[in-house]
T-cell receptor, first 116, second 111 residues
Framework: DTEVTQTPKHLVMGMTNKKSLKCEQH?????MYWYKQKAKKPPELMFV???????INESVPSRFSPECPNSSLLNLHLHALQPEDSALYLCASSQDLRAGGPRVQFFGPGTRLTVL | DQQVKQNSPSLSVQEGRISILNCDYTNSMFDYFLWYKKYPAEGPTFLIS?????DKNEDGRFTVFLNKSAKHLSLHIVPSQPGDSAVYFCAAREYGNKLVFGAGTILRVKS
């Protein structure tokens, strides 16, 4: 199983709402990632988790709060977002960061977020 | 400052011919390079990778070439098929398995 699943597929929220994006993988990967992709732009890394601990935070605003409750799940909690946060949010997973080789990241289909 | 550049926004190729997608980078510390394909409304799908100590890697119709002195890599698809039409991203790996993506090239394969 090389699938990463993300829910919901689409999300529309107001600037005062609190919502969460969910990501799940069953490949036994111990590293998980959140990326943000704006229209006609490449994906940009937001967070990296390794063995359920936050490893990298790319200076992401605190209105985005990641959580890794176990090795298969990754959440992104959203609060007080701005319209410019509207984007495709991609989750990925890979072998743990100490493994050799390319440690290919496998991506989910993404959540299309619109902030009104 | 873009560390990974794909200077061709789009490429159009006839079915059966070769597609060549190019990528340039500036950071000598990148240790792996990966190519991903992306269809609309889907996440990127991994295609092929190459270590910075290699100059070629081949997988079926896909071959990636790395010229480290020129800081340039290319993806060759032979023969091209209409189903290959997608956006192709070059990505370079640095610390913590962080991937830095290029802007992408839209490939259109005409039948």
């Amino acid at each position: 199983d090389t699938e990463v699943t993300q829910t919901p597929k689409h999300l529309v929220m107001g600037m005062t709402n609190k919502k969460s994006l969910k990501c799940e993988q069953h490949m036994g990967h111990r590293a998980m990632y959140w990326y943000k992709q704006k229209a006609k732009k490449p994906p940009e890394l937001m967070f990296v988790y390794s063995y359920e601990k936050l490893s990298i935070n790319e200076s992401v605003p605190s209105r985005f709060s990641p959580e890794c409750p176990n090795s298969s799940l990754l959440n992104l909690h959203l609060h007080a977002l701005q319209p410019e946060d509207s984007a495709l949010y991609l989750c990925a997973s890979s072998q743990d960061l100490r493994a050799g080789g390319p440690r290919v990241q496998f991506f989910g289909p993404g959540t299309r977020l619109t902030v009104l | 400052d873009q560390q990974v550049k794909q200077n061709s926004p789009s490429l159009s190729v006839q079915e059966g011919r070769i597609s060549i997608l190019n990528c340039d980078y500036t950071n000598s510390m990148f240790d792996y390079f990966l190519w991903y394909k992306k269809y609309p409304a889907e996440g990127p799908t991994f295609l092929i990778s190459i270590s910075s100590i290699k100059d070629k890697n081949e997988d079926g119709r896909f071959t990636v070439f790395l010229n480290k002195s020129a800081k340039h890599l290319s993806l060759h698809i032979v023969p091209s098929q209409p189903g290959d039409s997608a956006v192709y991203f070059c990505a370079a790996r640095e610390y913590g398995n962080k991937l830095v993506f290029g802007a992408g090239t839209i490939l259109r394969v005409k039948s």
